[in-house]
């Protein structure tokens, strides 16, 4: 039995024949509204894709090592982590209501993460109805526990780390219109992984060398992109348009400026695992811990990705093809502030894939609404592998990265997933 195989069985033994009653589709339901609303205050926050990433994953890790203290038939985390913490607190006094339980930690701890975690006190005290007060008082001090182990990770010490300065070159990432921001995260590779043993672990092949002479590969795959973009092509723009996905998306209206704010690419695929999960009507701890294993490798997935960003620091195809090609070209989508190798998207799409097909299923065919609320219409995919593969050609589409960050990004993003899904298959009853 391959190791796939042993996590796959883990994962459908734990909880029995799938016989899920109404109760237990509206406790799966009600999970991801909660989660829902951890995105909506992201979007409301603007909060980085990398960090977005980092919130989900502890948020849904209080949730899950909650469900395995008190179900036997799942299995803690924390020992299979490169550096577990020592919690002094833990919940294994059975809960009199469980599942308000589960979701009653997972938003406590993001209220205590987010910088506008405030707006979810109203669904947190709607469910401290349904516990005790000595149950309240050992959830936020776990809770409590939790977020100490979070803020170990670097991330509080991010703005003391060294001011990141573009360098000076012909190949080198600049700041881009309209809004022309500073690059996001730079010392993002040195927040802790759970799994990774560094941030460095998946290096990938070197980007092609800056060269502009018409005979070069750097030439022909900036070709590549403007030509694509413009075709104009309906089908393709919609594609891009689906899974743009950026925080940091500015409108002009003359002088003026609008912040457009969009869901992360990670909320992107929260969203898709929660669809994913009441369709196979998945039990509430099955789908918390679908939501936590895609959370943790969504978060190791970005710190790789960013890891390979600022040391190839190149530079994107909006700036190549003005300065040497175009001065009026516009990409379709409108290009985000940090370098261009390798795509995240492709990175993390890829990643998210590879866990959800493993969990789910291979043929699992879903409607994806996750952009519906931006106004853009529904798509439909036979497979998650399908979504990411859309996902990773979206970048092309929109003008925004070269075809080899795109190739090497997903072949990132599925070695990140094959660590996780190796370390994790000991996981099992």
Not at 235 to 255: M, T
Not at 401 to 409: K, L, T, V
């Amino acid at each position: 039995m391959n190791r796939v195989t042993s996590l796959v069985l883990f994962f459908v033994c734990s909880v029995g024949p799938l016989q899920v009653t109404n109760a237990q589709r509206g406790a799966t339901k009600a999970f991801v509204s909660d989660l829902k609303a951890i995105t909506d205050i992201m979007v409301y926050d603007v909060t980085s894709p990398v960090a977005a990433a980092r919130y989900y994953a502890y948020s849904t890790l209080a949730s899950y090592e909650i469900v395995a203290a008190q179900q036997a038939h799942y299995k803690s985390f924390f020992p299979f982590f490169k550096q577990p913490p020592q919690l002094d607190v833990q919940v294994t006094v059975p809960l009199t209501n469980p599942e308000k339980a589960y979701r009653y930690a997972m938003l406590l701890t993001a209220s205590k993460l987010l910088p506008s975690g405030k707006k979810l006190l109203p669904k947190i005290e709607a469910l401290q109805q349904h516990l005790t007060s000595k149950e309240q008082t050992t959830l936020e001090a776990y809770t409590t526990a939790v977020v100490n182990y979070a803020n170990t990770d670097g991330f509080l010490q991010l703005n003391n780390l060294k001011r990141y300065t573009p360098k000076r070159g012909e190949g080198y990432w600049q700041p881009t219109k309209p809004a022309f921001m500073a690059p996001v995260e730079p010392n993002w590779n040195t927040i802790r992984p759970f799994f990774l043993s560094a941030a460095n672990q998946f290096l990938t092949k070197p980007p092609e060398p800056f060269d502009m002479t018409p005979q070069s590969e750097f030439y022909r795959l900036t070709q590549e992109v403007r030509e694509v973009v413009d075709l104009n092509d309906k089908k393709f723009n919609e594609i891009a348009a689906f899974w743009d996905c950026n925080p940091y998306a500015i409108s002009q209206v003359g002088h003026l400026e609008f912040g457009l704010k969009k869901i992360s690419p990670g909320g992107h695929w929260i969203g898709i695992a929660g669809i994913a999960t009441r369709k196979a009507k998945m039990t509430l701890p099955q789908t918390i811990f679908t939501h936590t294993l895609l959370s943790i490798a969504l978060h190791d997935a970005f710190i790789t990705c960013w890891d390979e960003k600022y040391r190839s620091d190149r530079i994107r195809p909006e700036t190549v093809i003005n300065r040497y090609m175009d001065p009026t070209w516009t990409p379709l989508l409108q290009t985000p502030p940090f370098p261009e190798y390798v795509s995240g998207h492709s990175v993390i799409s890829t990643t998210a894939a590879e866990i959800l097909t493993l969990l789910i299923g291979d043929d699992f065919r879903f409607r994806d609404t996750s952009e519906k609320e931006y106004g853009l219409k529904t798509r439909r995919y036979k497979s998650f592998r399908h979504a990411a593969e859309e996902a990773c050609i979206s970048r092309l589409y929109g003008g925004i990265h070269f075809m080899d960050a795109i190739d090497q990004g997903a072949w990132q993003g599925k070695k990140v997933a094959e660590l996780i899904i190796a370390a994790t298959t000991a996981m099992r009853p």
